[in-house]
């Protein structure tokens, strides 16, 4: 066990403010983010596991496997009640703790983080990136709120639990043999396929591939 101090927002997330989370990811549609991930995996080859970083009820995980059939899936999710929801199914394989804690055991062909930086304390985001690129084997997608400086927003009524920033710029600054595949933005408009104004990056590590 880590002798690490638990921070304010991952007891946040654990508490019941990440509970009643759970009830609103309700609204996302898989359609949605089956056309929101179609669009960045076909940029993408040879991808036969994929971890994500935050992934609540496997929303994001099931548009993958729709999109990925043959590919194991892996989640890390620090709310109990999200992680004992997901692991209904027995397609995707749960790991029920902080990202700060998560152990590599194996490196991923994909490492996703969408909509979960932003809610990261700002003094452990260089853990998280290093935790994203160790267990990345090749891609790594950024999917977040941006701005080009960062920004604090209040969320739902609490204070400094939502940020906005260039967390891409920041990845690749902080490990230049990664490089920017492709990058694109969705729209809450959007009349077909909606997201939350959502920046997405697709990035990779610059390595050959066998």
């Not at 921070?7 to 609103?24: A, L, M, V």
């Not at 920004?151 to 920017?180: C, H, I």
């Not at 729209?187 to 610059?206: C, R, V």
Request: with cysteine; hydrophobic share 35%; proline share 3%.
């Amino acid at each position: 066990m880590s002798n690490r101090k638990v921070t304010e927002h991952e007891n946040f997330w654990k508490g019941e403010f990440g509970d009643q989370y759970i009830e609103r990811t309700k609204l996302d549609t898989i359609a949605s983010n089956t056309a929101f991930f179609s669009e960045i995996i076909g940029k993408t080859s040879s991808i036969s596991n994929v971890l994500e970083f935050g992934c609540n009820v496997g929303n994001n995980l099931k548009a993958i496997n729709s999109l990925i059939p043959h590919a194991n899936l892996c989640g890390v999710e620090i709310n109990a009640k999200a992680a004992k929801i997901l692991r209904r199914d027995n397609k995707i394989n749960v790991e029920e703790c902080s990202i700060l804690d998560y152990n590599i055991e194996s490196k991923f062909d994909l490492v996703l983080i969408k909509t979960v930086l932003i809610h990261i304390d700002p003094n452990e985001l260089n853990s998280v990136y290093k935790k994203m690129y160790d267990c990345a084997n090749k891609y790594i997608i950024i999917a977040e709120y941006y701005n080009p400086t960062p920004v604090t927003v209040t969320y739902r009524g609490n204070k400094e639990r939502l940020y906005k920033r260039d967390f891409a710029g920041e990845f690749l600054q902080m490990y230049p043999d990664v490089s920017l595949v492709d990058y694109g933005f969705k729209y809450h408009k959007d009349s077909t396929f909606p997201q939350d104004d959502i920046s997405w990056f697709l990035l990779e590590k610059n390595r050959n591939y066998n």
